[in-house]
């Protein structure tokens, strides 16, 4: 089925670690873009690219690094992992047009001990 | 700055009735609705793009009052599959597909 495959599904890191994680859309969008989501606070841009080769901060991009390897993969990077980096990660694609939303990837649980 | 929503949860029964507030002190020029399942990604249900704008999608309809710098929700007659919390997204001017801001949430259950 054509979306947005994220892959680890679950992590669990320890403090100072870092990892990648990997995002992927088949549906050909230009725009890609990834969330945080903690309880009660819905869902916090990090970091967005609007088309390949162009990347740029969303509300909570400290920590966090990203990479637009090319039009299908968006990658992000935790350099250091903080315990306050515990949240699920959602990448997204969009493509625009007046009936167009986001299609979420299902999600990374990333538990930072 | 974060849209706000309201009421923060609803517990209805099938066929009643619910509306969604999403308030913006901003400017609107974009809406968009997203439901999510517990343990799911968000889902697409639409987007509003001009003030005045209405749209709607089965017994689930929007619109978007520019003045007000609001959008509502409105679940009628509702199903069990409904359940799940909905979520606004606004978009900056003149882009309404980058840096979309979300809010909190409204959660919404709906039993037999």
């Known amino acids: 089925n054509a979306g947005v495959t994220q892959t680890p599904k679950f992590q669990v890191l320890k403090t100072g670690q870092s990892m990648t994680l990997q995002c992927a859309q088949d549906m050909n969008h230009n725009s890609m873009y990834w969330y945080r989501q903690d309880p009660g606070m819905g869902l916090r841009l990090i970091y967005y690219?609007?088309?390949?080769?162009?990347?740029d901060k969303g509300e909570v991009p400290n920590g966090y690094n990203v990479s637009r390897l090319n039009k299908r993969e968006f990658s992000l990077r935790l350099e250091s992992a903080a315990p306050s980096q515990t949240s699920v990660y959602f990448c997204?694609?969009?493509?625009?047009?007046?009936?167009?939303?986001?299609?979420f990837g299902s999600g990374t649980r990333l538990t930072v001990v | 700055q974060q849209p706000v929503q309201s009421p923060q949860a609803v517990i209805l029964r099938e066929g009643e009735d619910a509306v969604i507030n999403c308030s913006s002190s901003k400017a609107l020029y974009s809406v968009h609705w997203y439901r999510q399942k517990h343990g799911e990604a968000p889902v697409f249900l639409m987007i509003l793009l001009k003030g005045g704008e209405q749209k709607g999608h089965d017994k689930i309809s929007a619109s978007f009052n520019e003045k007000k710098q609001q959008s509502s929700l409105y679940l009628t007659a509702s199903q069990l599959s409904y359940s799940g919390t909905y979520f606004c997204g606004t978009g900056p001017p003149g882009d309404s597909w980058g840096k979309l801001q979300f809010g909190a949430g409204t959660q919404v259950v709906v039993t037999p």
């Open positions: 997204a694609s969009a493509d625009r047009g007046p009936n167009y939303g986001y299609t």
């Open positions: 690219s609007a088309s390949e080769g162009t990347t």
